[in-house]
């Protein structure tokens, strides 16, 4: 790609031989274990690289499993010093496939299966109002939305309060009292809108109110410890930020209506999303609804839990019939009044569709979660795969969209749909 056409689609410098810019975790790949050909692997391998190739994207790593068995585990690119607005002369550090990247929205699908870990515990009811749990919350009219309204998009508060200083987003009780005060929208849980932020802080407050602790220590304690995650925390601690790969606002920038979308519901700018999730005090505070961090192994190793019916390596981490009630379709198919779209949401994640949804070509049963645009993760019990697609550029619209529909598309053509007594887990 030359100076001008980078300069236009704002993208990184791509150089002509990948293998150079290739991380392959070779002992983590094993396709032959679970009857996967290498033309599969490779053909999807290639959709990867021309994901790359359109320079939106300066690192990316991909990891999927298939049948339980990890048969694609590779990173290409750099994890900083790639940017578009970075000069050949940047310092640049290696994309691998154990440097952590900020999932962002993708983080409300772990924080999804937390409270329903809480269910399980017999400790939160989804269908008692927040204010059950945290009085305060029943200010200005919200007394009866439900923790379920939030987990499913439908709580009537999808941002926060318009002219918030950006800063609110790490200080907790602040951003607290702001959602406590704020007028809903709507309470009846009627209409889908899409809670980027805001979902997050009222779950963490319900779940540290009825455990006695903080979201983190039981993260660690039911999740993270008991999988074997090396990262997967929300934020990143202070000691380990140099190992944080650099988000980038890369293609285009947005226009009208484009850009208002992305106003509405991000509350800033793309530049300003940038430079927000690249300050170190986002970076290590504590945001359910978009900071936890980690690998893409091991956010798919994360669905793959979900995939085994709650367990890993024979350890129970939950129920079947949680994973079941987190990936159960609640409502119908609605256009989202935040991102304008249509969406099938489940409380907690937002699923696929026949004849073709969200994650590809007859993707009824799979689930997962968008992260910031173009973070890709998610489970497909009718082809026994997890999938985890993590990248550090964030482009809305531009020429890298073909790409990323081919590699969804190819990923579901090359694991075709199992016989239903083969599937790992069914949906109701």
């Given amino acids: 790609m030359n100076r001008i056409a980078r300069r236009v689609l704002h993208t990184c410098q ?24 290498p033309d599969a692997v490779e053909a999807v391998w290639r959709n990867v690289e021309a994901l790359y190739r359109t320079g939106v994207h300066p690192g990316i790593q991909i990891s999927i499993r298939h049948r339980g068995e990890q048969i694609l585990h590779r990173a290409i690119g750099h994890a900083t010093g790639n940017g578009p607005g970075d000069s ?6 290696l994309m691998t496939t154990d440097t952590p990247i900020c999932y962002f929205s993708a983080s409300k699908a772990v924080t ?10 017999g400790l939160v009811n989804l269908m008692d109002p927040v204010s059950y749990y945290c009085p305060e919350f029943a200010q200005s009219g919200k007394r009866t939305i439900t923790v379920h309204q939030i987990l499913s998009h439908r709580g009537g508060i999808p941002a926060i309060p318009r002219e918030t200083s950006i800063d609110v987003l790490w200080d907790k009780d602040e951003i607290w009292r702001l959602l406590c005060e704020a007028r809903p929208v709507e309470v009846d849980g009627a209409k889908v809108a899409y809670h980027a932020i805001t979902g997050g802080f009222v779950l963490q407050r319900v779940l540290e109110k009825v455990t006695g602790g903080t979201i983190e220590e039981y993260l660690d304690t039911h999740l993270r410890k008991p999988m074997g995650m090396t990262w997967f925390t929300y934020g990143i601690a202070g000691d380990d930020l140099a190992s944080l790969a650099t988000n980038y606002a890369t293609g285009p ?20 999303v940038e430079r927000v999730t690249n300050d170190p005090r986002f970076q290590e505070a504590v945001i359910p609804a978009g900071n936890l961090c980690g690998t893409a192994e091991e956010m798919g190793r994360f669905f793959q839990m979900m ?41 907690g994640l937002m699923l696929g ?15 997962g979660h968008i992260g910031l645009i173009n973070k890709l993760c998610w489970a497909d019990s009718a082809r026994d795969i997890s999938v985890s697609l993590l990248n550090t550029g964030f482009p809305v619209v531009g020429h890298h969209l073909p790409s990323l529909a081919r590699f969804i598309y190819t990923v579901c053509d090359r694991f075709p749909l199992i016989p239903e007594s083969q599937r790992p887990l069914v949906a109701a």
């Fill in 14 to 37: 791509v150089p002509k031989d990948l293998s150079t810019i290739t991380t392959r975790d070779y002992k983590g790949e094993k396709p032959e274990a679970v009857g996967v050909s």
């Fill in 88 to 93: 050949s002369d940047t310092p640049k550090s």
């Fill in 112 to 121: 999804a299966l937390l409270m329903h870990m809480l269910v399980e515990q």
């Fill in 253 to 272: 920038a947005p226009v009208f209506p484009v850009s208002w979308i992305i106003n509405r519901a991000l509350g800033g700018d793309i530049q300003t």
């Fill in 307 to 347: 995939l085994n019916g709650g367990v890993w390596k024979g350890k129970r981490i939950c129920s079947e019939m949680t994973v079941r009630r987190a990936i159960q379709q609640f409502g119908s198919l609605q256009i989202d009044r935040t991102m304008l779209l249509p969406v099938r949401f489940s409380a």
């Fill in 353 to 367: 569709g026949n004849p073709v949804g969200l994650w590809g070509q007859q993707s009824r049963y799979a689930f």
